[in-house]
């Protein structure tokens, strides 16, 4: 077998090699019937059985009942930003937003277009390296919705708590976190995200919504961007992205045998808290978000020169170790520890920083 690779690309992540081996174990040919989940009708009693296990896997690992709807749907994370104030805001009612990055600041670019935004934190200023306590945000009681991002893909940071919010529902973009540590869903209205980092491969995204919710949509919203449309058809209205689905369930069976998502929470801090107290511990390495907020998914660092991180980026991908370059827009390294990563891919890049710092320094 050609040398270990470990991908550290910021999404499509990585997934564990167990679940690409179930996948391509029944690629061609699934359970017995002789053709593959790709080739199988959506409205097959086949498929029906993946999308009841992948919906009760998620409700089991949230601790959600039939209050909540657990929805498959296309277009992004990113379609989510425009679909959640098209269908959740209401008239003469500001919307709440926390411009905790740049995905955050792009769904408020979007609710803008349906009504009034109260940008309640910007972290903007700070180049969006701290989060600081939700709990000083100002949300008025009569907001339509308070909507954060617990996990900023780009700069490297992740809410630790939300704000108090009283009975304003509140709306999370989970894209780059989700299902990485316990989700107290009594705190949520909706969740969602884009399965490509934490939970399967792109091409389908996760909404859960508390069902009530949604009466709020208005019959001018088209029918395929109302959330009702989707809970009444069980994500089944039109074609699904039913191989996509197919994989979050694979990936759901897979968090339920690592523990659930405590079991989930133990393996993520194993591997941010070896990476940050060897990042802590160089004078070489140094990370750019705030101790306090940074993320256990993204790990954002730089080392003492730009000519220095184009030479590491070169050696680790020789190494072996894929990704680590930053977002375009804050340069430096970045190393996306999502769901699908071992440990034992954080441990042989702790050795390659090792040895890179002794040479280089
Ligand atoms: C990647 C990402 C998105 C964008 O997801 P798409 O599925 O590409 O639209 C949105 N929000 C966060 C936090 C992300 O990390």
Not at 80 to 89: E, V
Not at 172 to 180: K, L, N, R, T, V
Not at 197 to 223: I, S, W, Y
Not at 293 to 306: A, G
Request: hydrophobic residues 35%; aromatic residues 10%; negative net charge.
């Amino acid at each position: 077998m050609a040398k270990k690779i470990y991908n550290f690309k910021p999404g499509p992540a990585t997934l564990p090699d167990e679940v690409m081996q179930k996948a391509q174990d029944e690629f061609t040919d699934y359970q017995g019937q002789g053709y593959g989940i790709a080739e199988e009708s959506h409205r097959s009693k086949t498929f029906q059985e993946i999308m009841d296990k992948t919906q009760n896997n998620i409700r089991e690992l949230l601790g959600i009942g039939d209050d909540y709807a657990v929805l498959f749907l296309q277009g992004g994370a990113s379609l989510q930003f425009s679909m959640l104030p098209m269908n959740l805001m209401l008239d003469g009612k500001p919307a709440c937003y926390a411009d905790t990055g740049s995905w955050a600041s792009k769904a408020i670019k979007e609710a803008k277009l349906f009504g009034d935004v109260n940008v309640v934190y910007s972290g903007k200023e700070k180049n969006y390296s701290e989060i600081g306590d939700p709990h000083s945000w100002q949300i008025p009681a009569d907001a339509s919705y308070c909507y954060v991002c617990t996990n900023n893909t780009i700069f490297g940071t992740q809410l630790r708590s939300l704000p108090d919010t009283g009975n304003v529902p509140v709306i999370a973009d989970m894209s780059s976190d989700i299902f990485s540590r316990p989700i107290n869903m009594d705190n949520y209205d909706v969740i969602f995200a884009g399965a490509q980092k934490n939970l399967g491969p792109a091409g389908v995204t996760l909404v859960v919504m508390r069902k009530d919710l949604a009466e709020r949509t208005k019959d001018t919203v088209p029918t395929m961007l109302a959330y009702p449309t989707h809970i009444e058809k069980n994500s089944l209205f039109n074609t699904p992205p039913t191989f996509a689905i197919y994989m979050v369930g694979l990936m759901t069976d897979w968090i339920k045998k690592q523990g659930g998502l405590e079991g989930m929470e133990k393996l993520t801090n194993a591997k941010s808290n070896s990476l940050y107290e060897y990042i802590d511990s160089s004078s070489f390495y140094t990370g750019t978000a705030e101790p306090a907020d940074r993320s256990t998914m993204n790990v954002c660092l730089r080392l003492p020169t730009e000519e220095l991180e184009q030479k590491f980026l070169k050696e680790s991908e020789e190494a072996g170790l894929l990704g680590l370059k930053g977002h375009r827009s804050v340069g430096g390294i970045r190393v996306s520890i999502y769901n699908g990563m071992p440990l034992q891919g954080v441990e042989k890049l702790i050795d390659f920083m090792s040895e890179f710092e002794k040479a280089n320094s």
